[in-house]
């Protein structure tokens, strides 16, 4: 995070979006094993439990990080843009929401939501990226706590490629509990679009634009270290830290 | 860390040091798998290596905390206190201290100590596990800050393993590579008994109590995390993330 190469010129802003588009195509987290067997249907029920608890944790802060930007942002116009997000994440009424349909999924693979929502069972890796995240958009510059959010930018495709495989392969998952993703298809387009044209706008010197390639490799590190410590807990070696969430169905692999 | 069980009644200082040792028992990271390998020295050089770059990051934090600790520190005599552990790992002059002797053990196994230095083959976790702890010596209350070094009580049980058979199954490791745990000896028990002895004072109603144990819980956390995450990179299944550090030796496992 603190280190991060500088280019020999200013890029244009074709070549800046064409390098940010680059690190979503080497390490968003679409690439990631856990999220291959997540598919594929070939996680037992309590991995895909142990997915949905330790995800709903980034969910609910998402909201928490997008205010602490928007309490930074200058203008009427750039809060009002980003309000949009908290809307939502929130809702507008008890039961709307990204978070309340998170929950949704959590209670349709099996999950009960108050043991959820306490964060009891959440791994402590989890917490330390998902809180890494929430302090780089308090700390960090507008302009790094904006790229930060660009992800978005490779969201639609890991959804549709998770709706329809995770609909054919596992039985007890419905349309109902993955509702939380079909907003997010033309959410997270919107706001990317919003944000990109920001980040292209405004990151016009080499450091400047150095810190928005470095800031949007820092969130996907934040996405994919969430998966490695899924995939080291859950299913191979299957190491539970301790306090962590234990499904019925446990295996742990031969280490 | 926001969720802790509150006891029936407040408990006597003794029996506060007692739930303090029981959470050591139960959640030190000596229990570990990655350290049973590390000492057993089942671990390849570019395992060592890579335990080695990543505990670095961890150490040059340390006086970070302290110092975010000595600043919210009320009286001269806390201070000064709190600042012999600043002395112990920044040391009094150029090449001295714990950091310095650090970098010494990183070249000892062979990495290049400016690459270490710049963090860039840090895994993603380590950074955020390390800054979770400063962050939360810096948010939380200065007896729950006093109360997270206190896995100091339980340093000097895996000094004394580490050491001798870490020299016993490494050929190319010697007594100078592992300085930095000779002085750790006497550093920690005067460390923890310090705070040990100001948490057992302060610590006086059921909620600071059931505060200061979660702190210590959190603590075992931030430490298990570090090594949950170079067991998943390094060891099994041996999925490096992207950008962080490839020893030359490095095998994935079949996953």
Request: aromatic share 10%.
């Amino acid at each position: 995070m603190t280190n991060f190469s500088v280019s020999e010129r200013v890029m244009t802003p074709e070549e800046l979006e064409s390098a940010l588009r680059g690190i979503g195509a080497e390490r968003y987290h679409n690439l990631h094993p856990f999220h291959k067997l997540l598919h594929s249907g070939k996680l037992r029920r309590g991995q895909v439990q142990a997915w949905a608890l330790n995800r709903y944790y980034y969910q609910s802060q998402i909201p928490v990080k997008d205010a602490a930007l928007i309490a930074r942002l200058p203008t009427p116009e750039l809060r009002r843009a980003w309000r949009t997000r908290l809307v939502d994440h929130d809702g507008d009424a008890p039961g709307t929401g990204g978070i309340a349909r998170w929950l949704k999924l959590v209670e349709g693979v099996g999950l009960d939501p108050a043991y959820v929502q306490s964060t009891e069972g959440l791994l402590p890796a989890t917490r330390f990226a998902v809180d890494a995240y929430v302090h780089f958009v308090s700390e960090r510059s507008i302009l790094e706590g904006i790229a930060s959010s660009l992800t978005e930018l490779f969201s639609p495709t890991i959804i549709a490629e998770r709706v329809p495989n995770m609909l054919a392969n596992y039985d007890y998952i419905t349309k109902e509990t993955l509702a939380y993703f079909t907003p997010r298809l033309t959410q997270a387009p919107r706001d990317a679009e919003f944000a990109l044209s920001y980040v292209k706008q405004h990151a016009t010197t080499r450091e400047q634009q150095a810190a928005v390639l470095a800031a949007l490799r820092f969130k996907c590190d934040v996405l994919w270290a969430q998966l490695d410590a899924l995939y080291f807990a859950y299913v191979s070696p299957g190491l539970i830290p301790p306090g962590a969430f234990v499904p019925e169905d446990h295996v742990q692999a031969s280490a």
